[in-house]
């Protein structure tokens, strides 16, 4: 089973802004609802951001709204994470899962139970 890959981790200071990146090769990401997870220090997972095929729907956790866009790049067949105004409180491992390949039209969640594949994390740090 391919599981996805993410990369763009990295040190910042406050204020600083990444982007993550999550790929996944020999299937194509546009069919599937791919989300972003956040795993603080000391903290259960919590989901942040996601996306719907054909990127339909997008949603965020409250604290992100604003300050982080997710994107897909056909193309590429990657999906990104734009992190803008990053704080220390947004420092942790950051996965990608994937739900599908998805039939619906629209509609993604936050809800770790339904995806099914995940990658193995970037570390995101925010120094204040």
């Known amino acids: 089973q391919v599981q996805p890959v993410e990369s763009g981790g990295g040190l910042v200071h406050s204020g600083g802004s990444l982007r993550l990146s999550c790929a996944a090769s020999g299937i194509d990401l546009e069919d599937y609802s791919v989300a972003w997870f956040r795993q603080a220090p000391g903290k259960e997972r919590e989901g942040i951001s996601c996306?719907?095929?054909?990127?339909?729907?997008?949603r965020y956790k409250g604290s992100v709204k604003g300050r982080l866009t997710i994107s897909r790049d056909n193309v590429e067949n990657m999906v990104f994470l734009q992190m803008n105004n990053l704080k220390p409180e947004d420092t942790g491992v950051y996965y990608c899962a994937l739900e599908g390949p998805i039939i619906r039209i629209g509609g993604c969640f936050l809800d770790e139970s339904v995806y099914d594949r995940w990658g193995q994390g970037t570390q995101v740090t925010v120094s204040s």
């Open positions: 996306i719907s095929g054909s990127s339909v729907d997008t």
